[in-house]
C-alpha cells in the first residue's frame, strides 16, 4: 500500500495581499482607536477583511475565489492607502509637537 504525500500548499498573489490587509488593519487599529473620529470605521472593515479572507482560503473552487481574491486586492489596496495616511498623520503630529517643544 502506497501512500501519497500531499500536495504542499502554495500561495498566490490575493493571498499574499489579504495578509498584508491584515497586517494593515493590525497595525493601524492602535493609532486610529485614539481618533474618536475615524475609529468607527475599521470595524466595518476589518470584520469584512476577516470573513473575506477566512471564505478565501476556504473556497478553492474557481468563480468564487476569483471574485473574492479581487474583493481582496481592492480591499487591501485601500486598507494600505488608509495605513500610509494614518502613518504620514502621526509623524506630522509627532514633528509638530517635536518643533514646538523646541521652539
Avoid: E, H
Wanted: aromatic residues 8%.
Amino acid at each position: 500500500m502506497t501512500r501519497t504525500n500531499p500536495k504542499p500548499q502554495q500561495y498566490s498573489v490575493r493571498d499574499l495581499l489579504g495578509l498584508t490587509g491584515l497586517l494593515a488593519v493590525a497595525l493601524c487599529l492602535v493609532p486610529v482607536a485614539m481618533l474618536p473620529a475615524m475609529s468607527f470605521l475599521w470595524l466595518p472593515i476589518g470584520l469584512v477583511l476577516v470573513f473575506a479572507s477566512g471564505l478565501l482560503t476556504a473556497g478553492r473552487s474557481g468563480a468564487k475565489r476569483a471574485v473574492l481574491g479581487t474583493a481582496m486586492i481592492l480591499i487591501s489596496l485601500f486598507l494600505i492607502a488608509i495605513a500610509l495616511c494614518v502613518l504620514a498623520w502621526l509623524a506630522y503630529v509627532i514633528f509638530a509637537i517635536a518643533t514646538n517643544a523646541v521652539g
